[in-house]
């Protein structure tokens, strides 16, 4: 069949899956000292390669954006010395991850050192001789079998992997090497890197170095029953010449992301008291460098701090969180008292519509903050005193002649309490009102997290192919406040289910959907109320279940952070509370299911490994319902990571549908 002009002229210009290839967004903002100008990381999807890519670029005020190195290499993590004459930032241009300085007298860049293993968390010594930086250290060990009598040249299989590590594997990680991440030195002239820790604890997180270079704040958990208290991680300081470690804070409960003040009497800090709820809001703290004196500055926020920084002349504190769905950049002064700035901070969720933005502050209190946008990824916006512009517009080239969804907030009613509810409404290119479409209603994850107004190319590619799209922030999503959150404490799921209806209901009466087109899909605790609704109702003619829990009590034991899901989502063991595991398992209610039922998940995915998906297609298979499998190839959790992954995600899922579209 050939297509007419006109048709391919409509493709052209609404969104298509190949486009996925061709998206860029800006992040990793670094302004220079002085102000003048930034640095940022300008992510691009490698088609050659199937993965994203970052190259560093200038940025300024006025808009203009510039190559900084011009190298074909992927670059990340850029981070100024404290005069601005240098650079910091990490490359594989050499063929493997490295530390690098670019040098702004010369223009010139070159590698430092010859690291084994890739470096992070990147932070200058205030006098700018040298650079820590955290990165994996191996430890060799020998295995504790080794088999006799073994022919020279014989072919034997490999030998077994002996496991005996508390957390053994990690999503996105895979399997656990032996060793820890340790903190290091190195000159910022280049040489050999010098180890500062060597224990048996992971230590890292962001490295801050004390006003007078002798020190390195940083942030783990150094407990012997570490295993058995996940969530409480302490800051400490390192001596850099005897590598001894002293506490600086302890308390029951998560700290991290040390900040050091320009002045160097305090270290600003992201932790909260642990409650044993399943969410927790983080706050942000200040205390002296010693550790007295520690203070929360933002108790009376009921959302979580996101991200941090000084302003210059450390007086304050220039913070971000969401607020409904909306990244917000806020300051707040040593006594708590904050002032919200601007919103739509975030953009870099580019898959589906989740909260998360970079920014950085210097200058005069200048800020360079990613900017969140429901028809682009993140751009960057550039804040002076009230000032707000944005600096760049990456995907004009790719996006600025497409008809995209244009998205609208939706609000209603909870039928289980009366409660306010939020979401939003993608309506497909040239939308007419008069006219019935098919609906998806597509679901978050977390389940702690939230959707907002902001760019999804799922949700973009669903609206072209003629849906209207529905997602919403049902209870038990975050930037609602402490209580909204923990409806769900160990009640996952429950009234949510009821929330998602009620937002179906509510798009329903506007008069332009067809009700015997409804299509429902999420993805991971999306996916696990996907597979719950499709137990407790048969309003929907399809749907798609993406990496889910179908059986809590299996998912426990087999998750990569068993340790914490047990104790923070659940009463205790699970063989000691096994009517509340399965009372809220999908799988407890198979027996109910006739909706055509696909799953799709990543085969290396650890979080909620695929053995939960093979559970729930089989036991799909023996009750008889329609149903199909995905297995997505090099995924893990984040189908996203690679480009093509998240085309076939997309690309199966429309299929689904619309095989299971209403012959009417």
């Known amino acids: 069949m050939t297509l007419s002009a006109s048709a391919v002229a409509q493709t052209e210009r609404t969104l298509q899956l190949q486009n996925v290839f061709d998206l860029e967004y800006a992040a990793s903002p670094a302004l220079h000292p002085s102000g003048d100008y930034g640095v940022f990381v300008r992510q691009s999807m490698d088609i050659k390669h199937d993965q994203k890519t970052g190259r560093l670029w200038t940025v300024k005020p006025n808009g ?120 290091y030195v190195i000159s910022a002239e280049g040489g050999t890197a010098r180890q500062i820790t060597d224990d048996e604890y992971n230590s ?85 460098v010693d550790g007295t004196q520690s203070r ?86 550039w804040w002076d005193d009230g000032d707000n512009r944005q600096v760049t517009q990456l995907n004009e080239d790719a996006l600025g002649h497409k008809q995209l969804a244009q998205v609208e907030e939706i609000t209603y009613k909870s039928s289980v309490d009366g409660r306010d509810l939020q979401g939003w409404i993608a309506y497909p290119p040239n939308f007419d009102k008069d006219k019935k479409y098919p609906l ?90 996907t597979a719950w609704i499709v137990g407790h109702t048969d309003r929907f003619r399809a749907a798609v279940v993406a990496k889910p829990v179908i059986n809590w009590y299996s998912f426990v034991l087999t998750a990569d952070m068993y340790n914490y899901f047990y104790q923070y989502w659940f009463p205790g063991l699970p063989w000691e509370n096994l009517e509340q595991y399965m009372k809220h398992s999908p799988i407890s209610y198979v027996g109910n299911v006739t909706t055509p039922t696909m799953l799709l998940t990543g085969e290396q995915d650890y979080r909620t490994p695929i053995s939960e998906t093979e559970q729930y297609y089989q036991a799909l298979k023996l009750a008889g319902v329609e149903t199909a499998m995905v297995r997505i190839q090099n995924s893990g959790h984040s189908i996203y990571a690679r480009p093509s992954n998240l085309m076939n995600k997309v690309a199966y899922i429309l299929y689904w549908f619309e095989q299971h579209k209403s012959d009417d």
């Open 296 to 381: 929360v500055l933002t108790s009376e926020l009921d959302r979580s701090v996101t991200g941090f920084a000084w302003d210059t002349d450390g007086e304050g504190i220039y913070f971000t969180y969401d607020d409904k769905g909306v990244g917000q950049l806020a300051r707040t002064d040593l006594d708590g008292d904050y002032e919200p700035l601007t919103d739509r901070v975030g953009g870099l969720s580019y898959g589906r519509p989740y909260g998360g933005g970079d920014f950085s502050v210097a200058g005069d209190d200048q800020v360079l903050y990613t900017l969140s946008n429901p028809l682009r990824p993140a751009d960057l916006a």
């Open 64 to 183: 203009d954006i510039r190559p900084l190195t011009g190298d074909s290499a992927h670059e990340w993590s850029p981070v100024w010395s404290p005069d601005g004459k240098r650079l910091a930032f990490i490359s594989d241009a050499s063929g493997s991850p490295q530390i690098a300085i670019y040098w702004t007298d010369t223009g010139k860049h070159a590698v430092v050192g010859e690291l084994t293993q890739t470096p992070s968390s990147l932070s200058w010594s205030p006098n700018g001789d040298y650079i820590a930086f955290s990165q994996f250290t191996p430890i060799k060990s020998a295995a504790p079998v080794s088999l006799p009598g073994k022919p020279e040249g014989a072919d034997w299989t490999a030998p077994p992997q002996f496991v005996d590590k508390d957390n053994y594997r990690y999503d996105g990680g895979g399997y656990v090497s032996d060793g820890y991440q340790q903190i």
């Open 440 to 529: 998806i209603l597509e679901i978050h994850g977390g389940p702690h997290t939230n959707y907002g107004p902001r760019f999804s190319v799922e949700v973009q590619l669903y609206a072209a192919a003629g849906y209207v799209v529905l997602y919403t922030n049902p209870r038990g999503s975050t930037s609602y406040g402490d209580d909204f959150a923990n409806e769900i404490h160990q009640n996952y799921p429950s009234h949510d289910y009821d929330d998602l209806m009620d937002g179906v209901d509510a798009v329903i009466d506007k008069g332009f959907i067809d009700e015997d087109q409804l299509y429902v899909t999420g993805g991971s605790g999306g996916g696990v109320l």
């Open 204 to 288: 890292g997180g962001d490295l801050e170095w004390s006003a007078d270079g002798k020190q390195i704040y940083f942030s783990a958990n150094r407990r012997s029953d570490a295993f058995r208290q996940p969530m409480n991680s302490e800051i400490y300081a390192v001596q850099v010449d005897t590598g001894q470690v002293r506490t600086l804070t302890d308390r029951n409960g998560p700290d991290g992301a040390p900040k050091r003040s320009p002045n160097g009497d305090w270290l600003a800090f992201i932790g909260n008291d642990d409650n044993g709820m399943s969410s927790q809001i983080s706050r942000l703290y200040v205390m002296s």
